[in-house]
């Protein structure tokens, strides 16, 4: 499938939050279950983690005195959660459907502990307003669904598109879920079902981080 389609040229991007640095946004286009995944391994990591988006994937960093200057020269910074919008919403629509939670249960625990892990972000960018006010936006829109869930009812529709909505086409979105074979879904499902109940995740969520590696270049390999 030949996704090298460079929307940028013709989708407006004066409504992004401002970043100062020039992007390829088509490098910004997420695999929506591969982002829950990753808030699922923040949350098992301390506060002060951040994430960074390189060639259409989440790199998580550790606290550490090279953290800075690694942010640095891969020229990221903290605008870059707002293209996690987008995924997360794909995410809940796809997997928090009826027909998945039949198939998969305990996918509900998954995108709880997203939601920590969304938890961990605010706490880390606790003294940035904006960037506070957008992943409570994110956590918001998950317990939307949840909502759903328990009482077959939307209480609000916090769905708006913005300028990156229209590289989620439904081609992209199948080629993204032919990823997700059911055994890597029935891991990644196990494993974080292992987490809630260890005593050291922060050692044993290295495991989830080495599968996510090879669902990784799987979704690098559609561009």
Not at 69 to 78: C, F, G
Not at 164 to 190: C, G, Q, R
Not at 208 to 222: A, G, L, N, P, Y
């Amino acid at each position: 499938m030949d996704m090298n389609i460079n929307f940028s040229n013709f989708i407006d991007t004066s409504n992004f939050i401002p970043n100062n640095k020039i992007i390829n946004l088509n490098d910004y286009i997420l695999d929506p279950l591969s982002v829950i995944v990753k808030l699922a391994i923040l949350s098992n990591k301390p506060i002060g983690t951040k994430l960074f988006i390189f060639k259409n994937v989440i790199n998580i960093q550790e606290p550490s005195i090279f953290q800075s200057i690694h942010r640095y020269s891969v020229n990221t910074n903290k605008t870059d959660l707002q293209y996690l919008y987008n995924p997360i919403e794909n995410a809940c629509k796809i997997y928090l459907s009826e027909q998945n939670i039949n198939k998969y249960p305990n996918i509900i625990e998954l995108f709880k502990c997203s939601q920590n892990g969304l938890n961990k972000l605010s706490e880390t960018y606790k003294n940035c307003s904006m960037i506070r006010l957008c992943l409570n936006y994110y956590n918001g829109l998950i317990t939307n669904y949840f909502e759903k869930i328990n009482n077959n009812i939307f209480l609000e529709n916090l769905f708006k598109k913005d300028n990156m909505s229209a590289f989620y086409t439904e081609e992209l979105l199948h080629a993204f879920n032919t990823i997700w074979s059911p055994d890597k879904i029935t891991v990644i499902l196990n494993l974080t079902s292992f987490l809630l109940n260890d005593r050291t995740p922060h050692e044993n969520v290295k495991t989830m981080q080495t599968i996510m590696d090879v669902i990784d270049k799987e979704v690098q390999s559609i561009y």
